[in-house]
């Protein structure tokens, strides 16, 4: 893929992990199949619940998406006991899970202006004690994990906002005009946008494409996270040789090499996808990302998931744990 080369992304694995191009070929047979028939289109992300109307005008939606993409990352943690926990609650009288509650919660807390999240001098210099105070549940619990790295994303959003562009994000979109290339170079001198896989940058990417502020002349690559690698190895696409596997089943926490591979290898299979479907790689995010609420880590609802019919069902496996904020 051009843009990969033009990153120098080199997707190595084969030391702990492999694709399995049979079940690789299936899937794309199968969305072969299927695509003309459901006609799949980009989500657009409209909804008032979670993100700004169009009549609060592009540069608020952009700013939104940025600030909320800085921090879009790890919704689960190990609580004291051992136990993996997972980031949900009721926010706003509905219950939210995973990156849903980010987004809730952030929506919530722009429409009552309890903090100022889309001023870049004010999330210079947010406070930890803002953030809980913007992330906690309706019944006063904390249930968002890994402040202080979230913490760290934004105040280093809102300095280089303020430093280089004019504290607002949409004028780096504008910079960029449709070059997806000069969009990851400029999100790259971010420390939220950082990710050697661009995974956070491509999908601030594809919210931007998708509420159609901008159109890219590269197609973009999905945003390579835990949830969707999760479903590639689940599909029996990624497969983890012996160790890692028994790691990955014990939910032990994976190293930086054992992390890195998979993400390429998951990476390259969507990839390859992209290529022999001719689908693109945001529709197939999105497609991949709207499937995990039938994958689900305890009782998949696999008569109802997308990819039943040629998936290997290996729902021992959960998401991959990795201390780290570019998944």
């Known amino acids: 893929m051009r843009m990969l080369e033009k990153l120098y992304l080199r997707l190595s694995f084969g030391k702990v992990a492999d694709l ?19 006609k799949y289109t980009p989500l657009d992300w409209r909804d008032e619940d979670y993100w700004p109307s169009d009549k609060e005008g592009f540069s608020t939606v952009s700013q939104f998406f940025a600030v909320g993409n800085a921090i879009n990352f790890r919704y689960w943690w190990i609580d004291g006991r051992g136990i993996h926990r ?12 995973g990156a849903y509650y980010m987004w809730k919660a952030l929506r919530l807390c722009q429409k009552s202006g309890m903090v100022s999240i889309l001023d870049a001098k004010k999330l210079s210099k947010i406070s930890l004690n803002e953030i809980k ?159 995990k609420r039938k994958c689900l880590d305890v009782q998949p609802l696999c008569e109802e998931c997308l990819f039943s019919e040629v998936c290997k069902k290996k729902t021992e496996y959960g998401i991959p744990l990795e201390v780290t904020r570019y998944y």
């Not at 997972?86 to 219950?95: A, H, V």
């Not at 449709?178 to 790259?188: E, K, M, P």
């Open 86 to 97: 997972y980031c949900e609650g009721i926010k706003g009288k509905s219950r939210e899970r």
């Open 133 to 291: 105070q913007i992330f906690r549940d309706d019944e006063g619990c904390d249930v968002m994990p890994a402040l202080k790295e979230r913490q760290r994303n934004w105040r280093d959003l809102g300095h280089k906002l303020l430093e280089y562009w004019d504290g607002q994000f949409y004028n780096l979109v504008k910079e960029a005009s449709s070059s997806l290339l000069d969009f990851v170079r400029y999100s790259r001198q971010f420390r939220a946008f950082d990710d050697p896989l661009c995974k956070m940058v491509m999908v601030n990417a594809i919210m931007h494409q998708g509420r159609g502020i901008v159109k890219f002349d590269d197609p973009i690559f999905p945003g390579i996270d835990y949830q969707l690698l999760k479903q590639q190895m689940r599909l029996g696409i990624v497969v983890p040789k012996e160790k890692l596997a028994k790691k990955l089943i014990l939910r032990g926490m994976l190293t930086l090499d054992e992390a890195r591979e998979l993400r390429n290898a998951g990476l390259c299979s969507f990839l390859h996808i992209m290529e022999k479907t001719s689908i693109l790689g945001d529709i197939i995010d999105n497609i991949w990302w709207t499937n």
């Open 20 to 38: 399995d191009y049979d079940v690789l070929d299936q899937v794309c047979k199968l969305l072969n199949k299927i695509k003309d028939q459901c």
